[in-house]
């Protein structure tokens, strides 16, 4: 999760930790605190930090229908998947986490 999605802006552009707001599904992502660069990688290398957050994390879904790389052209991870303009990034062989368990949400 990026750094910037910890922090709630006002209308009045102050700005305050997530902590003082009620808490929604990215208090529980697995990538929470994992540096942007990692989170907004263009390649699959460096966002293999968020892909494996992304293997046991359990608001997987959410981020993926809340995110909607395709709709959005998302550059980053998102769903356990790698975006670049809004397209998916096959990933190479054996570089891609084991996935299979879906231990996201089903909200």
């Known amino acids: 999760m990026p750094a910037s999605a910890l922090f709630h802006v006002t209308s009045h552009g102050d700005a305050y930790p997530a902590a003082a707001r009620p808490a929604d599904w990215r208090t529980y992502a697995a990538c929470a605190g994992l540096p942007d660069e990692t989170v907004f ?13 992304c293997a046991v994390c359990p608001v997987r879904r959410r981020c993926l229908e809340t ?14 998947r790698l975006w670049r303009n809004g397209k998916e990034v096959r990933l190479p062989a054996g570089l891609a986490p084991d996935l299979t368990v879906d231990h996201s949400d089903h909200s």
């Not at 990688?41 to 957050?53: D, F, K, N, S, Y």
């Open 41 to 53: 990688a263009h390649r699959p290398g460096p966002a293999l930090p968020a892909l494996r957050a």
């Open 67 to 80: 995110v909607a790389p395709a709709e959005s052209w998302f550059d980053g991870v998102s769903g356990g």
